[in-house]
């Protein structure tokens, strides 16, 4: 019974353009938890049990959420469906982690880092230098550089077709970056894939999220950018942050120069909104104050 209105809850959201993986693959591990129990209704009990199954307060409340909207779907057609308290686990205050801003020499060094993984030989080490370099240069969101296809790559720049708000936008390149690109793409056409997608593993398979993530908190870890598992430090998100402020310190200090850059900056990382552009260069720390945190 859950799992047929699940199936209707995603095909409705994915009709309208969403892609509702996240909430779809969080929703299908409440369903499984809440039919283990033989229910056929979402409860506020349920609910709560199945939240409180997450590591971390910001999980917990995640899972709440997510089930709720889901919850309140369900009971504007059948009210034995319980809607839980938005504040089941109490109110909740939103807060910003605040990114890590690179120096040029943290960029350098985790590419380098890049280019001296394994296996010898492989695409692999080419190809994780090339994407960190090209997060960096351009403030491209990871699920982009991952969807990246070699059409996608023209004489006018990089076509990023695979947008978080599905809108595609193209990014211009700078020579030294357009240069660094052209040196993978000479190995990466020569690498046996039936894979379209512009960055391969050794396998010769496109890059998985989890993947990119991993890799990256290794590398981040072995140059000291980041101390033992467990430990906060700086995130592959914090290359886009980088990228913007760095962006903005290079704009000429007045205020139409500003209002004016920001626009386009704002088109150029795919944001819907220009407001959501604003808030990466407020609260940001510098790389000197925050180095190995």
């Not at 795919?270 to 000197?288: E, F, K, L, S």
Request: proline share 5%; aromatic share 6%.
């Amino acid at each position: 019974m859950l799992s047929q209105l699940l199936a209707d809850h995603v095909a409705l959201h994915q009709a309208l353009g969403l892609k509702f993986r996240t909430q779809g693959s969080l929703l299908r591990n409440f369903v499984a938890f809440a039919e283990s129990r033989s229910e056929h209704v979402v409860t506020t009990a349920t609910v709560q049990e199945w939240a409180l199954q997450a590591s971390s307060p910001e999980q917990r409340r995640n899972r709440l959420l997510t089930v709720r909207r889901f919850a309140r779907a369900l009971n504007a057609e059948d009210p034995s469906h319980e809607v839980p308290s938005a504040d089941l686990f109490g109110r909740a205050s939103r807060k910003r982690r605040t990114p890590y801003i690179y120096s040029p020499s943290d960029i350098q060094r985790l590419i380098d880092a890049a280019q001296r993984l394994g296996p010898a030989g492989s695409i692999r080490p080419l190809t994780y230098a090339t994407m960190f370099g090209l997060i960096a240069a351009t403030g491209m969101r990871v699920s982009e550089a991952i969807a990246i296809r070699l059409p996608d790559v023209t004489d006018d720049g990089l076509i990023i077709a695979q947008t978080k708000f599905k809108k595609s936008r193209l990014l211009p390149l700078h020579p030294t970056t357009r240069r660094a690109l052209d040196g993978y793409l000479t190995m990466r056409l020569k690498a046996a894939s039936p894979s379209g997608t512009l960055f391969l593993s050794h396998q010769g398979t496109p890059l998985a999220y989890s993947t990119v993530a991993t890799v990256f908190l290794q590398i981040t870890r072995s140059i000291g950018l980041r101390g033992a598992a467990g430990t906060p430090g700086p995130r592959i998100h914090d290359l886009r942050h980088t990228f913007a402020v760095r962006s903005l310190e290079a704009c000429a200090h007045d205020s139409k120069a500003v209002a004016r850059h920001i626009t386009a900056l704002s088109t150029y990382l795919g944001h819907a909104h220009v407001t959501d552009t604003y808030w990466y260069p407020r609260g940001n720390t510098r790389a000197d104050d925050t180095h190995g945190s």
